[in-house]
């Protein structure tokens, strides 16, 4: 079916260590994002990226790394897992609009808990 | 700073009751003001974009309105299957890049 897969769904990983969470989308959405989701800050931006090889930092990117080799897929790369990270992460794509006013369509998240 | 408040945090409603939740903004311009639902262990799903005050859209039970400074999301006679959180986001003109900015939800639940 088309749309957006993340992987894993739940994962449970030790601080220090490295994890990456993946994003695979159908559409050939040149936008593609990545928010974390915490109780009483809602969803913030972490990394975006407007094509392939084009990638900024959003709001909170501090200890994330991204790559976008190819259109479909954007990793999202905790280089040394803190427990500030332990979060619900959406992937979310959106298709290019002159007006950019077009909705993301997200993914149904990976519920990460760093111990 | 931009900034997107939602009031109220929970809301709980009978079936049939109608309510309205309340999404207010501060941003320098406003590109579009957008409405998701999002269900318990699933991503926010798109309902609504609003663009220019005085706009309405309307979906089923649901219908959002727009004025300079905030949005309402009216529901009317909701069912309990309307329960979720409801996501208020603003887009923001913005020149170095594309930023969309979430409110921090209204849990609504209707109860039977």
């Known amino acids: 079916d088309a749309g957006i897969t993340q992987s894993p769904r739940y994962k449970i990983t030790e601080t220090g260590r490295q994890v990456t969470l993946m994003c695979h989308q159908t559409w050939s959405h040149s936008y593609m994002f990545w928010y974390r989701q915490d109780l009483g800050h809602g969803l913030r931006l972490i990394y975006y990226?407007?094509?392939?090889?084009?990638?900024d930092k959003g709001e909170v990117p501090d200890g994330y790394v991204v790559s976008r080799s190819k259109t479909e897929n954007f990793p999202l790369t905790l280089e040394s897992a803190t427990r500030s990270q332990t979060s619900v992460y959406f992937c979310?794509?959106?298709?290019?609009?002159?007006?950019?006013?077009?909705?993301?369509?997200f993914g149904n998240g990976t519920r990460l808990t760093v111990t | 700073e931009d900034q997107v408040t939602q009031s109220p945090e929970a809301l709980r409603l009978q079936e049939g009751e109608s309510s309205s939740l309340n999404c207010s903004y501060t941003?320098?311009?406003?590109?579009?003001l957008f409405w998701y639902r999002q269900d318990p262990g699933k991503g926010p799903e798109f309902l609504f974009t609003l663009y220019s005050a005085g706009e309405e859209k309307e979906k089923e039970r649901l219908k959002a309105t727009l004025t300079k400074k905030e949005s309402f999301l009216h529901i009317t006679a909701p069912k309990p299957e309307d329960s979720a959180t409801y996501l208020c986001?603003?887009?923001?003109?913005?020149?170095?890049?594309?930023?969309?900015?979430f409110g921090p939800g209204t849990s609504l639940s209707v109860i039977p």
């Open positions: 979310a794509s959106r298709a290019p609009d002159s007006s950019y006013n077009s909705p993301l369509h």
């Open positions: 941003v320098s311009g406003l590109r579009g």
């Open positions: 990226s407007a094509a392939a090889d084009i990638t």
């Open positions: 986001a603003v887009q923001a003109e913005e020149t170095s890049y594309d930023k969309v900015i």
